[in-house]
């Protein structure tokens, strides 16, 4: 019985460190809710065991061209949350940072997404819908 229960917390370890990660892609409706700050697709990566996540949108390309680390500030059966920060500029050459912030709501697979600019009360958002991959 010992030996049984042993093979099956084994198996259990490697499934979990060979577990892929998930891939949420978004997308969120064009609106003037967004600013153009929100892109109408947005790809999160979530690896739960190793506690990380990537994301992936137009403005992340333009400043990185490639994912970026998110932070994830929830991760459980019901939500994945996760928040990044990106170094904006305009045209006329002003800079900001932007707070990102995303939820995914498992249950009715509601996709949330903020964007708030450092030193500015404006608050930018969208809501949409994700495949999982």
């Not at 979990?16 to 790809?43: E, L, N």
């Not at 459980?76 to 305009?90: E, Q």
């Not at 045209?91 to 903020?114: D, E, H």
Request: proline letters at 6%; charged letters at 20%; glycine letters at 8%.
């Amino acid at each position: 019985m010992t030996r049984l229960l042993c093979l099956i917390i084994c198996l259990s370890a490697a499934a979990a460190a060979s577990a892929k990660p998930v891939v949420y892609d978004c997308t969120v409706p064009r609106s003037s809710a967004g600013g153009g700050y929100v892109q109408p697709q947005i790809v999160i990566s979530h690896d739960p065991a190793r506690a990380e996540a990537m994301v992936y949108d137009a403005a992340v390309h333009h400043v990185h061209g490639k994912p970026i680390p998110a932070r994830i500030t929830e991760a459980d059966d019901s939500r994945l949350t996760v928040a990044w920060r990106l170094m904006l500029s305009d045209a006329s050459g002003n800079t900001t940072q932007m707070a990102y912030r995303a939820v995914y709501l498992k249950g009715p697979r509601i996709f949330v997404v903020s964007a708030k600019p450092s030193g500015y009360e404006n608050n930018f958002g969208g809501r949409g819908t994700c495949r999982l991959k």
